[in-house]
């Protein structure tokens, strides 16, 4: 935890508060109003911070301040959005519950989780009933592991390939299995981050 004053921690909290909730940032009147003190004061305070890199000032904008300091940017929620199959495809079907994982999810694009069902990318380390962490993507590079849609709506986890004559390899990691090749798939996601619980 950086060493800020408690003003200084208050004010960042405010201004991290009021852009959650207003999608932009306060004025100078405005925090000194929720401080109570002139807007010459707060001025010094975020000039302040400015100084120690927790924030910095746009230079044409009145709510040009942005946080720089990680710990008082907005956290971006994953939920679990329902199950996949790592065995053969099953319906696509979305059941919401929360799921608090902040330090396994990357803070760049937008992510969701999946609840594995099925042994065929057990291979690569992924387990029936571990959690993959997908970023939410409608392409992917051959070798990946993607969310992929087939068929009806039918949703599998597999490593990608894109073939010469157009066509797409959904490749297992299960020496047991075939892949699958399609004609066309949808990507929904690609994997990257695995959680088990032991």
Do not use: W
């Not at 907005?74 to 495809?89: L, N």
């Not at 803070?107 to 992924?126: K, W």
């Not at 087939?150 to 990608?160: H, N, Q, S």
């Amino acid at each position: 935890m950086k060493a800020y004053t408690k003003k200084q921690r208050a004010i960042l909290e405010f201004i991290a508060a009021y852009q959650a909730s207003h999608s932009v940032s306060p004025t100078l009147e405005e925090i000194g109003t929720e401080f109570g003190v002139h807007r010459v004061t707060i001025f010094q305070h975020v000039s302040a911070l400015e100084r120690r890199g927790a924030i910095r000032r746009g230079t044409q904008l009145a709510r040009g301040l942005e946080i720089l300091d990680a710990d008082f940017l907005p956290q971006h929620p994953v939920q679990i959005v329902g199950t996949i199959a790592a065995g053969r495809p099953l319906a696509a079907i979305e059941t919401p519950e929360a799921l608090d994982i902040d330090e396994y999810v990357p803070q760049d694009g937008d992510h969701y989780a999946l609840r594995v069902r099925g042994d065929s990318m057990v291979e690569d380390g992924i387990c029936d009933g571990d959690l993959v962490i997908c970023r939410k993507a409608t392409g992917a590079r051959n070798g990946q592991v993607v969310v992929a849609i087939v068929g009806d709506e039918e949703a599998t986890l597999k490593r990608f390939y894109k073939l010469a004559n157009g066509r797409v390899r959904l490749e297992p990691a299960n020496a047991r299995l075939r892949p699958v090749v399609v004609e066309k798939c949808e990507v929904r996601g690609v994997v990257v981050s695995v959680i088990r619980r032991v």
